[in-house]
């Protein structure tokens, strides 16, 4: 009975030490996650004098440093593209509007005056530029012309804005595949199928 008891206490022992290393390592990388998570800080945000929304500073915040990367912008807008990228739309007046794209350092930024949609997978930006509707990497140089504006395909939707860009970027998007849908829309409730264009910066 003693061996036994004996047997009994030690293989209980066994289990409580295993009990006690199983928490340690769940601790442990409990820990590092949140370490990680605190030294790979990313955001970007704005900070307004009042509840008005206007003159107010657009923050760049990284690891806990803080940039002021615009001051006192009139009217913005801020959305999270993906893990790397922060999109900063801001009024210069009417119809004008700029979109900058605020990376975790000023290497990574880039700016378009004629912003359509972006693909949070492949950061690929689809913008106007002279009369044409253009793809492109951010951070890359090289474009893809995709079609002219005065081109076949936009024969069927009547295209009289002064900034065109402003009636696409409304309702185009980029599907699943990284293909670019795009829409035209002269208002929030209009809404025009245009062509469905696959990889467009890899055409």
Known sequence: ???????????????INNFVFLNLLGIIFLF???????????KVYQQCPDDSGFHCDVIREVDGKKEIYFKDVKESWIEQV?????KVKSSCGSPCQVTN?????????????????IDPKTNCLIETRKNKLTARQLKSNKVNILAKLNSEIFKKIDIYSFAPYRDFQRK???????????NYGYDETD?????????????
Not at 32 to 42: I, L, M, P
Not at 191 to 203: D, E, M
């Open 172 to 182: 185009s998007y980029f599907n699943e595949k990284g293909s670019l849908i795009l």
């Open 101 to 117: 794209f605020i990376g975790r350092n000023s290497k990574q930024d880039d700016v378009t005056d004629e912003f359509v949609a």
């Open 32 to 42: 590092s996650q949140q370490s990680f998570a605190k030294t790979d800080a990313f």
């Open 1 to 15: 009975m003693v061996g036994m008891d004996h047997k009994r206490i030690k293989r209980n022992l066994i289990m």
């Open 82 to 86: 993906n893990q790397d990228y922060f």
């Open 191 to 203: 809404t025009q199928f245009v062509q469905k264009f696959i990889n467009p910066c890899k055409s």
